[in-house]
């Protein structure tokens, strides 16, 4: 029987605690990409602020659809393809972000993997609307698995029948592209923040911007600091999505090894100035757990990354011990 449910559309691991607004900051909330976003303009008139503010909507939204694999955009067109074994056409900025899911694929050791679709369908994690409250059949994980689900064949051009879900990579490309898109715009200096997982584009107000880490077991930080201008923080966690039997939880994070939500960690923040690289890192990162993540954190050359795992200690880099205070 389930004893909890929660689906939470996204929980912020990390706390803002110093942006302060005064005469010269935008702030701009709305909500895209199942989760609230804010972005926060300092330094620029307001018209020109909101109306960058107001692209950068326009832009997740547009994403949002063309990159979720569940309804009826692009991706999802590209899924339909692939499933009845035609060659789908793909858009030059979905070719792009596919190529670099299968490099960081390659990179993760298979940790992250952008094909894992059909799991997420079997767990029934890609139904916001009525979460799931039961384990799949084993044979069902297993005749999944067996097909060994992986994007490296789509980058050699052939077409294979995977299901395509970029939802582990998604974020960290749209900050990517947020931050291009304000520099464009000549917006000097934001925060752009998806749900917890933000970016920041120059100093804020001449200081950088300084953040907590908080813990996910409870409302504690565990440690605060500054995030430097160009820096990503991005965070992975089983606090997300999740249902709980007999008091164990499942999540929306799955090892690709076992097709199972990863049982032994709770949380990871990478911070890194490729959002790409940082959103990839930390699903990995927490697929990995505590006993692969100074291997990982090496080949990906991380130097500021953090992971808890069940047991509830903290493990991080050495770069990152130095920067927490
Ligand atoms: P994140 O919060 O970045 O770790 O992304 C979680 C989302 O990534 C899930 O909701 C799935 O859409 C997808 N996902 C789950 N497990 C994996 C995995 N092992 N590799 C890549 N993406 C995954
Ligand atoms: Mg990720």
Same mark, same amino acid.
């Given at each position: 029987?389930? +004893?909890?449910? +929660?689906? #939470? ?7 803002? %605690? ?6 010269? *900051? ?8 199942? #989760?609230?976003?804010?972005? #926060? ?36 067109r ?12 793909i858009?030059?900025?979905?070719a792009?972000?596919l ?35 039961a ?25 294979e029948?995977? *299901?395509?879900?970029l ?7 749209? %900050?990517?592209e +947020?931050?291009q898109?304000?520099a ?7 925060i ?27 409302? #504690? ?31 929306h ?8 939500p ?14 790409? %690289? ?31 795992? +069940? ?11 130095d920067?927490?205070?």
């Open positions: 029987m389930p +004893s909890t449910r +929660s689906f #939470t559309s996204a929980f912020a691991a990390l706390l803002l %605690l110093a942006a302060c607004e005064g005469d010269t *900051t935008t702030r701009h909330d709305f909500v895209a990409l199942g #989760t609230t976003v804010s972005v #926060t303009i300092y330094n620029a008139p307001r018209d020109r602020a909101l109306d960058a503010a107001t692209r950068i909507e326009a832009l997740l939204q547009h994403r949002g659809r063309d990159w979720y694999p569940w309804a009826d955009g692009e991706l999802a590209v899924n339909a393809a692939l499933a009845s074994g035609k060659m789908p056409d858009s030059a900025e979905l792009t972000l190529d670099e899911a299968a490099r960081l694929e390659i990179l993760t050791d298979g940790r992250f993997n952008a094909a894992l679709g059909d799991l997420q369908l079997a767990w029934g994690f890609d139904n916001i609307a009525s979460p799931p409250d384990i799949p059949a084993t044979a069902t994980i297993q005749a999944i698995l067996d097909r060994g689900p992986s994007l490296r064949p789509f980058s050699n051009g052939k077409p029948s995977v *299901t395509i879900d939802g582990g990579i998604a974020k960290g490309a749209l %900050l990517a +947020s931050a898109r304000l464009e715009l000549n917006i000097e200096k934001a752009v923040n998806l749900g917890g997982d933000l970016l920041v584009v120059g100093d804020v107000d001449g200081r950088p911007a300084h953040i907590g880490i908080r813990s996910p077991f409870d409302e #504690t930080v565990l440690g605060g600091l500054d995030i430097r201008p160009g820096e990503a923080v991005i965070s992975s966690g089983n606090y997300e999505r999740f249902f709980e039997i007999d008091g164990k939880r499942y999540h994070i799955l090892d690709p090894a076992t097709g199972f990863v049982p032994h960690t709770v949380a990871v923040t990478v911070i890194h100035t490729d959002p790409v %690289l940082a959103d990839a890192a930390a699903t990995a990162l927490l697929v990995g757990g505590a006993k692969n993540f100074d291997t990982l954190a090496d080949k990906l050359d991380l130097e500021y990354a953090l992971l808890i795992p +069940s047991s509830g200690d903290v493990v991080l880099t050495a770069g990152l011990r920067r927490l205070n």
